[in-house]
């Protein structure tokens, strides 16, 4: 009997390649971190991981920020939620992993306006 949830783990993994997962994701991962620096919008977390971080100066543009995203379609997600003490950062996640490819490069085309720097400010 406790063979079958080790079958279905197996069925659930077969076709899986980690290796064009691994290739998938750093593809993915130069395509946001390209778009967003041409964009002037400076990032962390761009080394590896399967998202970015935007970091912003106060916890009412972070607000702003993701307001404008999803006026224009996308979903971002604040810092602001993610503290358990006090804010230490502000900013906003840009995660690539659970969109299609295509989906993805839609969003880079025009969705970075969003966190687009006003002026002189840092996004």
């Known amino acids: 009997m406790a063979a079958a949830p080790l079958r ?6 077969d076709g899986f390649d980690p290796r ?5 994701l750093s593809e993915r991962r130069v395509l946001v971190v390209e778009n967003l620096r041409a964009a002037g919008i400076p990032i962390l977390g761009d080394d590896a991981g399967s998202h970015v971080v935007v970091l912003l100066p106060s916890v009412e543009r972070e607000r702003e920020v993701v307001r404008r995203a999803a006026r224009l379609g996308v979903r971002l997600d604040g810092l602001e939620r993610r503290h358990a003490g006090p804010p ?3 900013g906003v996640a840009i995660g690539y992993t ?3 490819r295509d989906q993805l ?3 880079l085309r025009g969705g ?3 966190c687009a720097p006003r002026s002189r400010e840092t996004c």
Do not use: G, N, Q
Not at 8 to 13: P, R
Not at 20 to 24: G, I, M, S
């Open 105 to 107: 490069i839609s969003v």
């Open 8 to 13: 279905i783990e197996k069925a659930s993994m």
């Open 88 to 90: 230490r950062w502000h």
């Open 98 to 100: 659970a969109c299609s």
């Open 20 to 24: 064009r997962l691994r290739r998938e």
């Open 112 to 114: 970075h306006r969003a």
